[in-house]
């Protein structure tokens, strides 16, 4: 890697500590690179199952899934700030690979980092990889930390 290979960085998150290591990688390049970040979390679609519940429910189930995108994208940006790297949240909605892939295509990002949860066999069919989604069909260069 050579020094201002990348200028603009999306971390995705998830809040998770799987995805700690991705935000300490992507943080790593970013300053290496003096380099932009750009912290993303996804609010998954309210299933199904859940709006059926009830209105109220279902929003109040998006309304905790806000906050731990507020929370998850936050601790990004109080890790980067500490190494002096510049940081932006961003909160989206949808598919979460699918929005991950469409905000680094329409802000042409140079790397996008996430972390994998390495599940295999039948629990990755079942649950599906968000990590293998970006990879199979992002446009940019990807980076998988474990």
């Known amino acids: 890697m050579t020094e201002d290979q990348f200028k603009k960085i999306l971390i995705a ?6 995805s700690k290591n991705a935000v300490n990688s992507g943080i790593e390049i970013a300053k290496i690179n003096n380099a932009d970040v750009y912290a993303v979390y996804v609010i998954p679609p309210v ?33 980067a700030k500490e190494t002096g790297v510049n940081v932006e949240t961003i909160l989206l909605e949808g598919n979460p690979s699918e929005e991950i892939i469409n905000f680094a295509e329409k802000n042409d990002m140079d790397l996008i980092v996430l972390g994998s949860l390495g599940k295999s066999g039948i629990e990755k069919f079942l649950i599906g990889s968000v990590a293998e989604k970006v990879v199979m069909n992002a446009n940019k260069q990807v980076l998988i930390v474990p």
Do not use: F, M, Y
């Not at 998150?13 to 799987?18: P, Q």
């Not at 709006?51 to 994208?73: F, H, M, N, P």
């Open 47 to 79: 299933s199904a199952p859940a709006a059926q519940r009830g209105r109220s429910w279902a929003e109040s189930i998006r309304q905790d899934l806000t906050e731990d995108g507020k929370k998850a994208t936050k601790d990004v940006e109080d890790a």
């Open 13 to 18: 998150t998830d809040g998770s500590d799987n």
